[in-house]
């Protein structure tokens, strides 16, 4: 079982920035891939980045890429979204995710989600 709790989340103007956090819980913290996931109001959940057991490897949704930089640390039992140049779009409550990081579509399986934290960006 891992735990996974959010902080970080608030609001900011459009062009701002914003570094989402997510602890986890419990000593395997290397056995899981890592990723954030959004949902905005009236719609689905969607992927927005996700990072390997050892950090090697990374995917980012084209919706962020280039703007959001997701990093672990496992040391601390950690992951990070900095969340730069951010728009209204991008308001939504960001979901933190222990699962599984795969070479195919879909990219990450999620074994735990955490709570979530909202984010929203004014315009």
């Known amino acids: 079982q891992v735990q996974l709790v959010e902080s970080g989340g608030g609001l900011v103007q459009a062009g701002g920035s914003l570094r989402l956090s997510c602890a986890a819980s419990g000593r395997t913290f290397t056995s899981y891939a890592m990723g954030w996931f959004r949902q905005a109001p009236g719609k689905e959940r969607e992927f927005v980045a996700a990072i390997s057991r050892g950090g090697i490897s990374i995917y980012y949704a084209d919706s962020v890429k280039g703007r959001f930089t997701i990093s672990r640390d496992n040391a601390k039992n950690t992951v990070y979204l900095q969340m730069n140049s951010l728009k209204p779009e991008d308001t939504a409550v960001y979901y933190c995710?222990?699962?599984?990081?795969?070479?195919?579509?879909?990219?990450?399986?999620?074994?735990?989600w955490g709570q979530g934290t909202q984010v929203t960006v004014s315009s």
């Open positions: 995710a222990a699962g599984s990081y795969r070479s195919y579509s879909p990219i990450f399986v999620t074994a735990y």
